[in-house]
């Protein structure tokens, strides 16, 4: 059996930061992808952050395949054929330090893994890690796919994604409930680069995101969202699995629903479809957070449901748990001490950093909009109502106008339940 | 834009390999009314055989994101990874 310091398991943006920086610590790591090559198999939405980035591959946008620079970000809110925008663009997001980029998964992966082999690590792919293996109750490696495929280690770095099986197996992790997830659809539309410039307001090269909601998804609790790429579009909707199956929707028609709306028809037409992809975001908040570590192992990214569904951050969170994780293995395999008292270094350090801070701060968040299904129901339809008896001129006398919008508030949701919605959002979001 | 179509462009390295069963294809008959595995599935890989009085799973087709695992209400279908180097194989990610 072939021995390593750090096994990583997974080749997505959380195991390869994991993997770099074990390496960079100079421990012999691999990262077992079970893909062709990493990012294959990986779907986000995607955008990525810059700070978190840099911190894993200093000055990456220098030679990283990314899409567009994000320098607008816009919210929409749909109700029927009507919608309601607020924004935010600084084009100074265009230029160096950044704040985000696009990317596309499979291309920015795979340089992410070549900047590992780099350092040192070695890829091993086409690989499924089966199960971790035991010496009584310690770990010590895991059992893959292929035949004498057992690899032994002093810590393995479970970077499975959101599919949990092997921290389920590993007594770390719960499986997924259908209230935690988000099942998520997207397609890549292509388009030559000066319609999406034209059509998103652009400087060459800059880049745009919208996230969508209400009718967005059909007032289900989820968001619809469009990022501009080089020359395509990424467009997808992801909605809790749990309401969607109530409400009997499909993934599919959802996206098509979507891309139907008056709005979003005209910044799509004429593209062609590329791709269509799917994937499972994990929405369970901080609760969700399963036990990150025991002796040898180390959890992070999705797999530790470190996602930030409110400001659309994942990737960031991935990395930093990744970088967390691989400088923990290194420190505890150089002291002789993998123990589970020992690998709490990890989880203090993620309660120090932003990933589990922001997680703690949304902590009501998911039971708030559990338990108010309405809000993205009624609020898209009661703003745009608003917006558009205060905006329409029919020689209505604006105090009168404003009394009727009071009013038709009130017909949408009682004073109360308006208090209690405005309540409950200030616990959960501040 | 259907579905179908959708599915054609995505790419596979297929495995003879079938990596979803359904556990017990009587539950699927007398206690699951509803069959949501047919409509929650992004590639609509259940599909309820009226004939044959069971659901029909086209693995081919899946596009690995787990969710039949977790949307089951009876946790009757047993979905894994497909073999390494095998199903999908995302062109743009």
């Not at chain 1, 009168?400 to 616990?427: C, N, P, T």
Request: charged share 25%.
């Amino acid at each position: 059996m072939e021995n390593f310091d750090v096994i990583v398991v997974g080749g997505g943006p959380a195991g390869l930061s994991a993997a770099l920086s074990a390496a960079k610590a100079g421990m012999k790591t691999v990262v077992i992808e079970r893909g062709d090559y990493p990012g294959t198999k990986n779907v986000m939405g995607g955008i990525l952050y810059t700070k978190a980035t840099d911190m894993v591959v200093p000055e990456f946008w220098k030679e990283a395949p990314l899409e567009r620079p994000i320098i607008e970000q816009r919210i929409a809110m749909l109700s029927g054929d009507e919608s309601i925008m607020a924004g935010y663009r600084d084009p100074a997001w265009g230029v160096e330090p950044f704040n985000a980029h696009s990317i596309l998964r499979v291309k920015f992966d795979s340089w992410l893994a070549k900047q590992a082999e780099k350092a040192g690590v070695l890829i091993l792919t086409e690989t499924l890690v089966e199960d971790l293996l035991y010496q009584d109750d310690r770990v010590v490696g895991v059992r893959t796919g292929r035949a004498e495929g057992d690899l032994g280690a002093k810590v393995v770095i479970i970077a499975e994604g959101v599919n949990n099986f092997l921290a389920v197996k590993a007594g770390l992790a719960k499986p997924l409930k259908p209230q935690a997830v988000a099942v998520t659809v997207k397609e890549v539309i292509a388009l030559p680069k000066e319609k999406i410039e034209d059509r998103f307001c652009l400087d060459e090269g800059q880049g745009a995101t919208i996230e969508l909601y209400g009718d967005s998804t059909a007032g289900l609790m989820g968001v619809g969202f469009i990022y501009t790429n080089k020359e395509s579009i990424s467009i997808g909707v992801g909605a809790i699995l749990d309401p969607m199956i109530r409400n009997n929707w499909t993934p599919n028609d959802l996206l098509e629903n979507l891309k139907s709306k008056p709005y979003v028809k005209r910044l799509l037409q004429g593209g062609e479809t590329k791709e269509y992809l799917a994937h499972l975001i994990p929405e369970g908040g901080y609760t969700s957070v399963p036990k990150l570590h025991r002796q040898g192992v180390l959890v992070v990214g999705d797999t530790a449901m470190l996602m930030n569904s409110l400001n659309r951050e994942g990737s960031n969170l991935a990395m930093i748990s990744g970088k967390i994780a691989g400088e923990v293995a290194a420190q505890t395999i150089k002291t002789g001490d993998v123990s589970d008292q020992a690998m709490t270094v990890y989880e203090t350090r993620l309660r120090d950093s932003f990933v589990l801070k922001d997680l703690h701060h949304y902590r009501h968040m998911g039971m708030f909009f559990e338990k108010n299904e309405h809000l993205l129901k009624t609020y898209p339809k009661l703003l745009s109502q608003a917006a558009k008896m205060y905006l329409s001129a029919d020689g209505t006398p604006k105090k009168a106008r404003q009394k009727e919008i009071i009013k038709m508030a009130f017909e949408h949701r009682s004073k109360l339940g308006l208090i209690k919605d405005v309540y409950g959002a200030w616990r959960a979001l501040l | 834009m259907k579905l179908d179509d959708k599915l054609f462009l995505v790419r596979f390295n297929t495995d003879k390999l079938n990596h979803i069963k359904i556990k017990d294809p009587n539950v699927c008959l007398k206690q699951c009314e509803d069959k949501p595995c047919t409509r929650f599935c992004p590639a609509h890989v259940y599909d309820w055989d009226e004939e044959e009085k069971r659901i029909s799973v086209g693995y081919e087709g899946c596009l690995e994101c787990g969710t039949c695992l977790i949307g089951c209400p009876f946790g009757n279908i047993d979905w894994k990874y497909p073999r390494g180097g095998f199903g999908v194989s995302w062109k743009n990610g």
